[in-house]
């Protein structure tokens, strides 16, 4: 089993906001690296509603503490607005994956 932990991030974008969320990703995403931490997967859905999350991603990191570092990053902390423009809601959830990998 993996040792990795794994945030799921379900992102609503609000309403024609979504040129401003791929700016603030394109400035947050590079800085994963620096923490070890490594988008896994980011995922647009088909058909997104009020129910439905605009975007799905997937990050994982070492340990938890990277991730808080991560998120407590000053340089990523500097573009909260634009997530907070962008995104009506954010549902993150933290977990392990259950499937061992191939070696």
Known sequence: MSSKIY?????YIRDGQDALFQEYENKVLPLLPKYQGKLELRLKTTNPDAEQPDEIHIVSFPTPA???AYRNDPERLTYALLFNEAVSKAVLVAGINLIEEAA
């Open 7 to 11: 945030y799921t991030l379900l992102v």
């Open 66 to 68: 990277s991730f808080e």
